[in-house]
């Protein structure tokens, strides 16, 4: 069973528009909503795919009463905690081309009592657990260490912790040592405080993380698939997208694929690729079937001077010399 925790739920909403001038009234061709949040985007991709996983989340006001409906239609298992302030909506406007303009709210305001009570779901729901997907950013009120608290304790139960998030509670997560980490490419030279231009360095950037606490670093890369560093080696993992859609959720898609592939080495790279190929191809932010015929290309022996695509991952500070935790 997987066990994934989003602290920072959502109802995302995604409109299509034929391009996005600044100040204009713009006419929407058309748009959905979806229940979202990352880790809420975990359990539904695998659950989509006939792999037990539950989602602990807070609930509170309108939008969070929809959410917990639309996960009841899903018939996700989840453990709701219900919370004073009111679940945010987040917008993706989608051009033809596939880009993506997100807003995403800040969310609300989590008392102390609601984040333990949170926290405490967490704890009493590790029986049979494998892995625990501690997923997104955190609403005001959460204390920073909260993910490196829960890696902890989840270890002392024999649970597999994986996080995915950015900025300071990624930063303060390296000190609860997590089994995986899954930044993408800007995520990942924020927190090494560097550029990061090649396939290269992004393995010396993932080793340094390793260093400073995760066993293992899973670098989603966008159009340039994946890289996975561990204790053993350094993979890499890419596969051609037919028709590329929207990339909203697609690295929820990678880490759901890495977990169900057996969350450690080649195999579950390969099928974090196969994942996330198939998200970008689907709109919006679930995906309901991965093509078993999908090709990834896996390779020990990848060019580390190969330049990634999407270059622009530079960082917004000048990196930390202090220890996380
Ligand atoms: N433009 C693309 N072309 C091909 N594959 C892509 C593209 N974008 C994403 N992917 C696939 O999806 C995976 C995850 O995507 P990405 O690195 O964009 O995650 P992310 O930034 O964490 O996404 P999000 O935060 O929206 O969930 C990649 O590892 C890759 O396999
Ligand atoms: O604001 P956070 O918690 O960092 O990210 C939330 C979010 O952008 O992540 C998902 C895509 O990964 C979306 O469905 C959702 O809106």
Not at 52 to 59: E, F
Request: with cysteine.
């Amino acid at each position: 069973m997987i066990l994934t925790l989003t602290l920072n739920p959502s109802v995302d909403r995604t409109v299509f528009v034929d391009a996005l001038p600044r100040g204009a009234v713009i006419r929407s061709r058309r748009g959905w909503s979806e229940p979202s949040g990352k880790g809420v985007n975990v359990a539904l991709a695998l659950h989509r795919h006939g792999v037990p996983a539950t989602a602990v989340l807070p609930v509170g006001g309108q939008v969070g009463g929809q959410l917990s409906e639309m996960l009841g239609r899903a018939e996700l298992p989840v453990r709701q905690v219900a919370i004073q302030g009111e679940i945010r909506s987040n917008i993706s406007l989608v051009e033809p081309d596939g880009t993506v303009t997100k807003v995403n709210e800040p969310g609300p305001v989590l008392r102390a009592d609601e984040t333990e009570a949170l926290v405490r779901t967490v704890l009493d729901n590790l029986a049979d657990v494998a892995w625990l997907a501690c997923c997104g950013s955190l609403p005001d009120g959460v204390p920073v260490e909260v993910y490196a608290r829960l890696a902890r304790a989840a270890r002392d139960r024999g649970v597999r912790v994986a996080v995915d998030t950015s900025g300071e509670p990624l930063w303060a997560s390296l000190a609860g040592r997590p089994d995986l980490v899954k930044p993408n490419a800007h995520e990942l030279a924020h927190l090494v405080g560097r550029p990061l231009r090649t396939l290269g360095d992004v393995v010396d950037a993932a080793r340094e993380v390793r260093g400073l606490g995760a066993e293992a670093v899973l670098a989603s890369l966008g159009p340039d698939g994946a890289l996975l560093v561990d204790a053993d080696e350094a993979l890499h993992a890419e596969a051609t997208v037919a028709r590329m859609v929207s990339a909203v959720g697609a690295g929820d898609a990678a880490l759901a694929g890495f977990l169900h592939g057996g969350g450690r080495g080649a195999a579950a790279l390969r099928t974090a690729v196969a994942w996330g190929t198939a998200a970008v191809q689907h709109e919006g932010t679930l995906f309901s079937a991965v093509d078993p015929d999908q090709a990834v290309l896996l390779r020990s022996d990848f060019d580390r001077a190969r330049r990634l695509r999407d270059a622009d991952a530079v960082p917004g500070h000048e990196g930390r010399s202090d220890p996380p935790g």
